[in-house]
């Protein structure tokens, strides 16, 4: 079995969040910190941005009324509102058997551990191959009405929304599973032509994407979701997992990773 690392982490601001996953990486990179799955959530609310999606497509006069947060990703994708959710992240070197072979092979392999974890959870999920779907200007800015390959889907509505980017340092993905809440919500968060056309937006995505509790009519909270996510890439990779917390080194890193980088303008607010 290969041994990882499996990290919760306190809920905390979209900055600090990104930063962190970003000082894993760097790290283990360098040989001081193992792979790691690290599960966490969010506080307060934060829209995120995939790195390269237009800064324009945030309506950040609602946003702020609202007290949400906004940050931009490492990895690609489009608009996700981290809320009443529980996000993963999986940080490794490419050579990992879990991530080795490229984008498709680990996003497959790691998307057999999920449809595990959510099917501990008691949902009837199913894995939809799409072909990828390049952003346009034009296209849809929210990541959860948009197909992507390897999609877990329940009764043909999206479930959990996923990205990697794979970097020098090694492979960065990200993905989060809505337990519960309103959906919709995120099109408070974006911008659209008229009143019209976001309400327009939020009925599409309510046809296309679910959460947890609206597929089998309970709640289901944060620690039990942790607790099967854990178990799937346990039984589904062959990985053993020793609980630990971020080093001093990896807080230090991140820290400074906010105040430079996600936190700054000039990686949040780039078109």
Known sequence: MTTWRLLHTPPATGAWNMAVDESILEHIYRGESKPTLRLYSWNPPCLSLGHAQPFAD?????????????????????????TDELTYSVTGR????????????????????????????????????????????????????????????????????????????????????PLTGDLTRICQALKFKDESAREVAAQRLLARATTVQSVIGEKKDWGTAAQAFARGFEVQLGISFESEVLSPSEEKRAAELVEKKYAHPSWTEKS
């Open 94 to 177: 490419e050579d990992d058997p879990v991530l080795v072979g490229g984008i498709l092979e680990s996003y497959n392999r790691i998307a057999q551990a999920l449809m595990y974890a959510v099917r501990e959870l008691g949902l009837p999920v199913e894995m939809k191959e799409h072909a990828d779907q390049p952003a346009t200007k034009n296209s849809n800015p929210v990541c959860f009405e948009v197909p992507s390959t390897y999609e877990i889907t329940v009764n043909g509505k999206k479930l959990i929304g996923s990205a990697q980017a794979r970097k020098k340092e090694g492979v960065l993905q990200h993905g989060s599973l």
């Open 58 to 82: 945030v309506d950040m006069e609602r946003l702020k009324s609202r007290g949400w947060d906004v940050v931009r990703r490492a990895t690609g994708g489009r608009a996700i509102l981290h």
